[in-house]
């Protein structure tokens, strides 16, 4: 639970948590599995049987280790709150997950900055999802709107025979600021992976994003989707990419930019790699305004164009 | 209501609508007929105002104001609507958000599920998204939902029965009574003739001409005798039409 030390500092951090989507009450539920971060420090922790979590300090940021065990079905979804509220410094968040044999969890996680202006945060997510495991992860960024944050994401993971693996990112309630997501699925025999990411990035914002689906077991099957709405002066660079190196191996890559604004820079570079001549890739990719029967759909029912446009964003954004 | 003074639209130096005449008159159903191809729903989108359709000649005049300088929203804001033959779909908005533009109009659920209800939806519909994960007939039933909900004063419905199964007939007519009942100017473009009998009126297209005008039996019993055996498609010889 909430260390008596920190409980104001929860408390502050609390009030961006639910700004960005969170429920606060989940972290001090003890039914509920939750760890909070603060800078480079666990500020809480509940942890419940068949989920362990170990948690180290290191220099700007914390290490934590999460095993389930074989067999589990977490019911509520594992809670991870991390949150820096200082305007300026580096946060440096590793994260090791295991999965168990046929063991089945998801994460809700909340990433909180409101005050940065110079600060950087680096996370580096590597995932082992054992034969037949379940992993769902959503996380959710939450940015303070000077644009002086600067996010680094790196999500590894690896899945073994039937593992499911769901990793979904969305920053789009506040500015981006700098951003680099990279995700990396290795996939083995019959497993399946869905990753996601979704950004609303504005004024100078930056964005990179690579998808990466090895699809290296037999009958294995992935989709990388990207949705990235740009505005203003916003750039964005998008690789999405599938390896088929497995027969019978799946992968669909997906990316859809809309822009709006002329001093907007998008591109997106779909790479498939097709290794194992029974593997099967596709890709589909879409660049440019938002889609104009859409628009006239809604403005037929009265909306102007920008009503219409920030309704279709919402619904895509979701 | 509605008039068209001499409407014409080319597309590449071709002539896709070579001079449109017609009045729609406050709270009657209009029938448009006629075979694929020959401008029935360029015209609905021409009366809509969209943006690939604002570069034909002649003139739209809504209850006497000129409206061809004005954008789809000025034009819904009058009190024009269109239902498009195959509606658009919308990643990530449910039903009810779709229905009420986001919030912006405010509706009771009880409306809502009532509404749903005439268009043959549960109200287990309300939280489904706008979608892919719709049928063809579904996302149809949605659209006309929205449009009761609107009340608009001119609505231009896109072969509203095309995608929905043969059984729903009855639905829509019911759905094209109600309209009307609310005092809506109904324009429907229909392949099905006991849809096109529930009109008060009838216009016959043929390569992007209205061939014949007047009440819906005699202008069904003129396409049966004349485009039924007609060997060309869309395309009369020259003086035909006016034979």
């Known amino acids: 639970m909430i260390e008596t030390n920190y409980s104001k500092e929860f408390e502050a951090l609390a009030q961006y948590y639910e700004k960005s989507g969170g429920d606060v009450s989940k972290l001090i539920d003890k039914k509920v599995v939750s760890i909070i971060v603060s800078g480079d420090k666990i500020i809480g922790r509940n942890t419940l049987p068949g989920v362990k979590v170990e948690a180290e300090q290191i220099e700007n940021g914390v290490k934590i280790f999460i095993d389930i065990a074989d067999g589990m079905n977490i019911e509520n979804p594992i809670h991870l709150c991390t949150g820096y509220l200082k305007p300026e410094g580096t946060q440096t968040v590793l994260i090791d997950t295991r999965v168990g044999k046929n063991s089945k969890v998801k994460f809700l ?171 099967e890739l596709t890709h589909e990719a879409s660049i440019g305004r938002i889609n104009l029967k859409q628009l006239e759909t809604l403005m037929a029912k009265g909306l102007s164009e920008e009503e219409a446009t920030e309704l279709i964003i919402r619904g895509m954004l979701k | 209501m509605l008039e068209l003074k001499d409407v014409h639209l080319k597309r590449n130096g071709k002539e896709i609508l070579k001079g449109l005449n017609a009045k729609f008159d406050d709270g009657r159903i209009y029938a448009i007929l006629g075979n694929n191809g020959v401008g029935k729903s360029t015209l609905a989108y021409i009366i809509m105002g969209l943006e690939s359709y604002r570069d034909h000649s002649g003139d739209l005049l809504f209850n006497g104001q000129r409206i061809n300088h004005l954008n789809v929203t000025e034009r819904a804001r009058l009190g024009i609507t269109l239902v498009w033959q195959e509606p658009a779909r919308f990643d990530g908005l449910t039903i009810k958000e779709y229905l009420t533009l986001g919030g912006r109009k405010k509706f009771e659920d009880v409306e809502l599920l009532e509404t749903l209800g005439i268009v043959g939806l549960s109200s287990e ?76 009126e009838a216009y016959l297209m043929c390569d992007g001409k209205f061939l014949e005008y007047g009440g819906v039996d005699g202008v069904i019993s003129f396409y049966r005798s004349r485009c039924d055996s007609c060997n060309h498609v869309n395309r009369p010889e020259e003086g035909e039409l006016n034979d």
């Not at chain 1, 034969?131 to 000077?146: A, I, K, N, P, W």
């Not at chain 1, 990316?255 to 790699?273: A, F, R, S």
């Not at chain 2, 719709?134 to 149809?140: F, P, Q, V």
């Not at chain 2, 949605?142 to 029965?161: G, H, N, Q, T, Y």
């Open chain 1, 109 to 279: 996680s909340h990433c909180v900055f409101p005050n940065g202006k110079k600060f950087l945060h680096r996370m580096i997510s590597n995932v082992e999802v054992d034969e037949g495991g379940q992993l769902s992860y959503e996380d959710v960024h939450f940015h303070s709107e000077d644009g002086g944050v600067i996010v680094e994401a790196f999500y590894n993971a690896r899945l073994f025979k039937n593992a499911k693996y769901n990793n979904v990112f969305h920053l789009t309630k506040t500015r981006v600021g700098k951003l680099k997501v990279a995700m990396k699925v290795d996939l083995q025999e019959s497993s399946s992976a869905y990753l996601e990411s979704k950004v609303y990035e504005k004024k100078d914002d930056v964005v990179e994003i690579t998808e990466e689906l090895n699809l290296n077991g037999s009958f294995s099957s992935g989709i990388a989707k990207t949705i990235v709405f740009s505005t203003d002066n916003s750039s964005a660079k998008i690789i999405n990419k599938a390896y088929g190196n497995a027969p019978y191996s799946k992968g669909h890559i997906e990316c859809n930019e809309i822009v709006k604004g002329d001093g907007v820079k998008v591109g997106t570079i779909p790479e498939l790699y097709v290794i194992n001549e029974k593997a």
């Open chain 2, 125 to 200: 519909y309300l939280n489904r998204t706008v979608d892919n994960s719709l049928s063809g007939g579904e996302r149809k039933r949605v659209e006309l939902a929205s449009i009761l909900l609107l009340k608009p004063r001119l609505v231009v419905l896109d072969e509203p029965d095309s995608g929905i199964d043969i059984m729903s007939t009855q639905m829509i007519r019911k759905i094209l009574k109600k309209l009307k009942s609310k005092g809506s100017t109904l324009i429907v473009i229909t392949h099905r003739e006991e849809i096109a009998k529930m009109s008060d």
